[in-house]
């Protein structure tokens, strides 16, 4: 795996510099095709130039004579010129060789001379045995007279100019590509750091338990104003979000086994309680112990089936299940709570503070009536005798009912307080029953207001323990 990605990188790395080469490449043939046109435009002009020249020359030497022959060369002429004399009567031709001798034409290059058209500008030509030429007609009186020099010396020229131009050409592509490649894996190393943080995740054991905090590209790598930035930024962003999602689940795992574990803890004592009193039953023939024996299985079948009931409620409220929505006048709903209580509880001080006029709220009156009465009951179970627990009742400008209850009892243990409404919490970890319930009564309200809209808190010091229960109207 390791090999196919280094291939990746690589192949990339190739590719970018390939890319570059390439362009190096055709912007050398460019240049070079333009700069050899030019080239050859600017050698040619000066060579019609040079025929303009010799051709006055000639034209000259021609007037001064009597017109019976052909003037010999004219003085000036350059080696390789070629001159002509064409008329109805006949045709002649020479050509200034490298020695300064005057040579006869032959005829198939006179003929070739007399297609050049008269006073129509400078003309290529191939004249057999002396090769291309640029040639100039003039019509003077009956005789045409044609006047031409070799190009041989600007295809010498341009010829050079081209294996010149392979060569720099050749070194330039060479250069840029050595460049090319150094520059381009040279700016690639980030990207390596990224895929090399990618791969230290990517080797991470992610199915065993709490990950914790992965590797990171380091932060002189994340410039978003760059690719490479960009990349990092959103591979550390992934990262970041992929360690929550795993430290999420993690903690769900823990927190299953630990309900599996307190639920099987909690319906295991009346289970037992079950189990030993059906066997004395049925070893003890007195109607009066089997009479208190049912009565106590019945006591702890009751209790199991609530426990039960509490744990499939719980359920539906994870599941999303529709509540019965409508409309509950919580003061009512918080008079008869408070009432329940001082029947149940007649040793501690009650007081009810409700606003003149109802409040009423879109909810479920059952589930509703659930979350205050697992209030009350729990700040009669964790104080003592004589402590007073007072309910208020209002209606804010903000659209919101708050339902507060408080008592001036113990409090509750500051290490407690952030796990209070966690399931299955409880303040005496040895779960006897003379210290309350199952633990899920807060769990209880603070899933059913959740899941009306609302929001339920608690503040709790020493003689101050305050339960706030917030719902939209």
């Known amino acids: 795996m390791r090999s196919r990605r280094g291939f990746a990188v690589r192949s990339l790395s190739v590719r970018v510099a390939a890319a570059m080469v390439l362009l190096v490449a055709v912007v050398s043939v460019v ?17 019609d130039s040079k025929v303009a020249a ?3 020359r000639t034209i000259m030497a021609l007037t001064k004579g009597d017109g019976s022959q052909p003037p010999p060369a004219p003085h000036g002429q350059d080696a390789g010129t070629v001159t002509a004399y064409l008329s109805s009567s006949g045709a002649i031709g020479n050509v200034i060789t490298a020695d300064g001798v005057l040579a006869t034409l032959s005829d198939p290059a006179v003929a070739a001379l007399d297609e050049v058209p008269a006073d129509d500008g400078n003309r290529t030509v191939d ?12 019509q003077i009186g009956p005789v045409t007279v044609v006047t031409a020099l070799p190009t041989k010396d600007i295809a010498d020229t341009i010829n050079s100019l081209i294996g010149w131009e392979v060569l720099f050409g050749g070194v330039g592509v060479l250069t840029a590509g050595g460049v090319a490649v150094f520059v381009v ?10 895929a090399q ?4 995740v990517a080797g991470l054991p992610l199915d065993t338990g709490e990950i914790g905090v992965t590797a990171r590209v380091p932060d002189q790598l994340t410039d978003e104003r760059t690719e490479v930035g960009q990349v990092a930024v959103a591979l550390n962003t992934l990262l970041g979000h992929m360690e929550s999602a795993l430290d999420a689940r993690h903690r769900s795992e823990l927190q299953v086994r ?19 009193y059906a066997q004395l039953s049925l070893r003890q023939r007195d109607h009066e112990l089997f009479s208190h024996a049912m009565g106590k299985v019945m ?15 719980l359920a539906r409220l994870d599941a999303g299940r529709p509540l019965d929505l409508r409309p509950v006048d919580l003061t009512r709903l918080a008079r008869e709570s408070v009432t329940d209580a001082q029947i149940v509880s007649p040793d501690h001080h009650w007081a009810l503070s409700l606003p003149p006029e109802p409040v009423v709220v879109t909810g479920d009156e059952q589930r509703l009536h659930q979350v205050v009465t697992n209030l009350l009951s729990n700040a009669r179970r964790h104080t003592p005798a004589g402590t007073t627990v007072t309910v208020e009742l209002i209606a804010d400008d903000r659209h919101t009912a708050v339902l507060t209850i408080h008592d001036n009892g113990p409090g509750i243990p500051a290490d407690l307080q952030p796990n209070v409404f966690k399931r299955f919490t409880r303040a005496d970890t040895s779960r006897t029953r003379d210290s309350g319930g199952s633990g899920l009564g807060l769990s209880l309200a603070q899933s059913i207001t959740e899941a009306h809209g609302g929001i339920v808190t608690v503040t709790s010091r020493p003689g101050d323990t305050c339960f706030t229960l917030a719902l939209p109207r």
């Open 54 to 56: 010799s051709q006055g």
């Open 31 to 47: 240049i070079s095709v333009l700069t050899t046109a030019a080239i050859s435009s600017y050698l040619t002009k000066q060579l």
């Open 299 to 313: 006591v702890e079948a009751t209790r199991m089936a609530a426990l039960v009931e509490d744990l499939l409620l």
């Open 197 to 200: 943080t990618a791969r230290e």
């Open 258 to 276: 630990q309900f599996v574990a307190d639920a099987s803890h909690e319906l295991r004592t009346p289970l037992t309680t079950i189990h030993g």
């Open 185 to 194: 894996r040279r700016q690639l190393r980030p990207l390596r750091r990224v």
């Open 127 to 138: 004249l057999p045995a002396l090769g291309q030429y640029r040639a100039h007609a003039s």
